[in-house]
């Protein structure tokens, strides 16, 4: 409750005024002020701002901190909302953002008309959910909004351009922008427009996009690899937590971006469930291979996070469900390739929602599969190489889906279960399993030598 209410703003407009809430990324003294578009004008139609109307357009926080406003902008659309770059030395709370849901619990803080002058200007109203489109929210309110001193409507003025939020995990949720009552606020009814929708504007105007709440931490995942390892073995797990959590899937996709999907994708899907578990099955295997009481694992040595010259592993999600097609995404002329990525003796880890068929694939395999590809050969015309389809002309690299190592990693579990194994004896099986597998593909990587720790650079 609190960190809402520090994220609280309060806006006079230049005929109006509202409620709005800071967001930030935590990199500087910019910070944006989202809120209503209605909240800075009654003239629905005006959309620009020079910078005279900044300077007479007022913006405090919940200690009456006064920011610098830098610009405004507002959809083009008539969209009712609007996105306020300020400045403030200030420290406030981080929020995340998720896609509301209905049926869910809500709360929004603002600076309601009537506590104008007060002591303490800001007011709380909650409720749930009760429904959501695609670009806008119903809020029913826990109680009537009018009272023996007012209707709906004077109960409410001050409040559009509050933040709505959930709570899930523990975690403050921002979910979407109040606008307005509903149906004149009979039943408790309010408008709000999706975070979503914001968070598209944001994107449409060159700046930064909000930070989805997915993307915060892997807590969300555990339960998935927890699921998968089974309650007995799940504290081998939670050895490696404090390793693990070292890491986070925004760190990883500001790193990778476009290129956690083969083929690269320059708008890829950052909310799949499948990708970012997968990245935690990976970080366990890692951290399980290393067995060190450290913080920091070396992970662009084992799996390739920041972008650079020379070997590494690579992990990829991807849509494809056989080998085949896969190393039809590795060879694709259209856009980047992929293969001109990889290097010489590096290790492809591919992760899919589903796959058939062949999980793993050695150097010597594309002699009877270079043949059959024709988009290699394509490469190969487009890059001068006369005879593509010769192994002698072709990178060797290893392919292995993280199905495979998944399904030996409960196979061992299993063998462990019926030898009635205690956990120390079973993560040690664990590790000679992931050893037989990874160094049986000849991989320049994994192979046990001493070597300085780092952690992901911001």
């Known amino acids: ?14 005929d109006t005024n509202g409620s709005g809430l800071i967001y930030h990324y935590g990199d500087n003294d910019n910070k944006y002020i989202l809120t209503a578009h209605h909240c800075l004008t009654r003239n629905k139609d005006k ?9 007479k357009v007022e913006i405090y926080d919940i200690k009456g901190e006064k920011f610098e406003i830098l610009k405004i902008y507002s959809p083009t659309d008539f969209t009712d909302i609007a996105v306020i770059a300020v400045k403030s030395s200030n420290d406030y709370p981080s929020v995340a953002i998720k896609t509301p849901e209905s049926n869910k619990k809500y709360i929004f ?7 104008d002058g007060n ?5 709380s109203l909650e409720g749930k959910v009760s429904g959501v489109d695609y670009k806008s929210i119903t809020l029913t309110n826990e109680g009537a909004l009018n009272d023996y001193q007012g209707d709906a409507k004077e109960n409410t003025v001050g409040f559009s351009g509050s933040g709505i939020y959930e709570f899930e995990n523990n975690q403050v949720c921002l979910i979407g922008i109040l606008v307005s009552l509903k149906a004149e606020g009979q039943h ?8 979503d929708i914001v968070n598209q504007f944001i994107k449409g105007i060159g700046l930064k996009e909000l930070t989805p709440a997915l993307l915060k931490d892997f807590n969300r995942y555990y339960p998935l690899l927890e699921e998968e390892i089974g309650q007995k073995y799940k504290l081998i797990l939670h050895k490696y937590k404090i390793e693990l959590n070292a890491f986070t899937p925004e760190q990883i996709f500001t790193k990778l971006n476009r290129k956690l999907y083969i083929p690269f994708n320059s708008s890829p899907d950052i909310l799949n469930l499948d990708l970012w578990n997968g990245w935690l099955n990976i970080l366990f295997i890692v951290a399980l291979w290393r067995k060190k009481d450290t913080t920091k694992i070396p992970i662009d040595k084992y799996i390739k996070i920041d972008i650079e010259e020379g070997p590494g592993n690579r992990f990829y999600f991807t849509q494809s469900k056989n080998i085949g097609d896969v190393i039809s995404e590795i060879f694709d002329t259209q856009g980047q390739v992929v293969y001109e990525e990889i290097r010489e003796g590096d290790l492809v880890f591919i992760n899919s929602k589903s796959f058939f068929g062949k999980k793993i694939l050695k150097p010597e395999d594309f002699k009877s599969i270079i043949p059959h590809i024709d988009c290699i050969d394509q490469y190969g015309y487009q890059k001068g190489i006369e005879d593509i389809s010769n192994p002698n002309n072709i990178k060797e690299f290893s392919i292995i889906h993280l199905a495979h190592l998944k399904d030996e990693i409960q196979n061992t579990l299993f063998s462990c279960e019926i030898c009635n194994k205690k956990l120390p004896e079973v993560e040690q099986e664990l590790i000679s399993c ?8 000849n991989n320049h990587t994994f192979k046990r030598e001493e070597e300085v720790t780092y952690e992901i650079t911001n």
């Open 47 to 55: 959309r620009t701002f020079n910078d005279a109307e900044h300077q």
């Open 434 to 441: 992931l050893e037989s597998i990874l160094l049986d593909l």
């Open 119 to 123: 002591d303490d200007e800001v007011e």
């Open 188 to 195: 408790g009814k309010l408008k709000g427009i999706s975070i």
């Open 109 to 115: 803080s603002g600076f309601p008309e009537y506590l």
């Open 1 to 14: 409750m609190e960190r809402i209410r520090a994220l609280t703003v309060k806006i006079n407009g230049l």
